[in-house]
Structures are given as C-alpha cells and as structure tokens.
C-alpha cells in the first residue's frame, strides 16, 4: 500500500472515530463513558500513525 494510500485510509478512520465518538458524547452511562473512553485511545492512535504517514509521504515527494 502506498503511503498516500495509507494516510487516506488513515484520515478516513480518524473521521469515523470522531464521529461515533461525537455521537456517544452525550450520553452519561458507565457503558458509554467507557466506550468514548476507548474511542479517545482508538483516535490517537490512528492519528498517531497518520501523522507517520503524512511525514512519510511527505519524505517520498519529489522535492521542489
């Protein structure tokens, strides 16, 4: 998989995660709570690795 490949599945994820994260927000159970919770970890993670991606295909560009 290419490496912009990689940061468009990566960002696609990121915006998945944010908005179930978003949709879970408002809600207060001890369920949810720890599902937001887990989505926060989820989230960085992905934008972890997207930043990776990002500095790798930044790194293959042609440079000008």
Avoid: K, W, Y
Avoid at 10 to 23: F, M, P, Q, Y
């Amino acid at each position: 998989m290419s490496a912009m490949t990689t940061t468009r599945s990566l960002e696609a994820l990121s915006r998945c995660i944010r908005a179930a994260r978003n949709t879970q927000h408002s809600h207060t159970d001890n369920f949810t709570e720890g599902l937001v919770a887990g989505l926060d970890i989820a989230l960085r993670a992905v934008e972890s690795e997207l930043q990776l991606a990002r500095d790798i295909e930044a790194a293959q560009a042609p440079h000008q």
